[in-house]
């Protein structure tokens, strides 16, 4: 069964750092997300990104953040300078259609020092 | 304010019960979503739905959008479904999800 992939599992990071997140979502999906959950926290929605531009972000997205699809695969996450409040797990999710059920992949926890 | 209410926050069930897991909204909305966290914190979208009721095996999603609640049911309940249970709703306008804090669901054997 096709699922999302995320890469790295677990990146640990200087404060001040730029770090990318990656993302594989499923081949024909056409509708991408990013989410975040701080520890202890709910998941909270980053972005929604369809047909190559963002169309819809948060309050948390602001202009530290950026995301990317640089080819026909992948699907990433820039934080520019990094800060403790960073820290959290990043979910990437995916689907075919906006009504659909969305994929998530298994998460990449940012620990932010 | 795009408030998600979920109850109860934590539930301990026994083997077998019937488990309802209960989601309230604040606006009118066009989709609703439910999902299950692990442990390991990965998340697995169980529905999706935006009217009446779905049905996967032993899990049925309700939602009233009149009385904007919706609820989660598991029946026959097993070990396997200890999981934290997450409600999020898109409102009407746009296409972002409002997260509820869960439902930490124990089913001890």
């Known amino acids: 069964e096709p699922e999302v992939t995320q890469t790295p599992s677990h990146q640990v990071t200087q404060m001040g750092q730029e770090v990318i997140l990656r993302c594989v979502p499923i081949?024909?999906?056409?509708?991408f997300y990013w989410y975040r959950q701080i520890l202890g926290q709910k998941v909270e929605f980053l972005v929604s990104?369809?047909?190559?531009?963002?169309?819809?972000k948060s309050e948390i997205f602001d202009d530290q953040f950026s995301v990317e699809r640089p080819d026909g695969s992948n699907f990433t996450l820039k934080i520019r300078s990094t800060k403790l409040e960073d820290s959290a797990m990043y979910f990437c999710?995916?689907?075919?259609?906006?009504?659909?059920?969305?994929?998530f992949g298994p998460g990449t926890r940012l620990t932010v020092l | 304010k795009n408030e998600v209410e979920q109850s109860p926050q934590n539930l301990t069930a026994q083997e077998g019960e019937f488990i309802t897991i209960n989601c309230s909204y604040s606006?009118?909305?066009?989709?609703l979503h439910w999902l299950q966290q692990h442990p390991g914190g990965g998340i697995v979208s169980l529905f999706m739905?935006?009217?009446g009721k779905k049905k996967h095996g032993r899990l049925i999603a309700t939602i009233n959008i009149q009385e904007k609640h919706s609820s989660l049911h598991i029946t026959a309940s097993h070990p396997r479904d200890s999981a934290v249970y997450i409600c999020?709703?898109?409102?009407?306008?746009?296409?972002?999800?409002?997260f509820g804090t869960g439902t930490s669901l124990t089913v001890i054997p």
């Open positions: 606006v009118g909305i066009s989709a």
């Open positions: 990104f369809y047909n190559n531009e963002i169309s819809e």
């Open positions: 999020a709703v898109r409102p009407n306008t746009g296409n972002q999800f409002y």
């Open positions: 081949s024909n999906h056409l509708y």
């Open positions: 999710a995916s689907n075919n259609q906006r009504a659909d059920t969305q994929y």
């Open positions: 739905l935006s009217s």
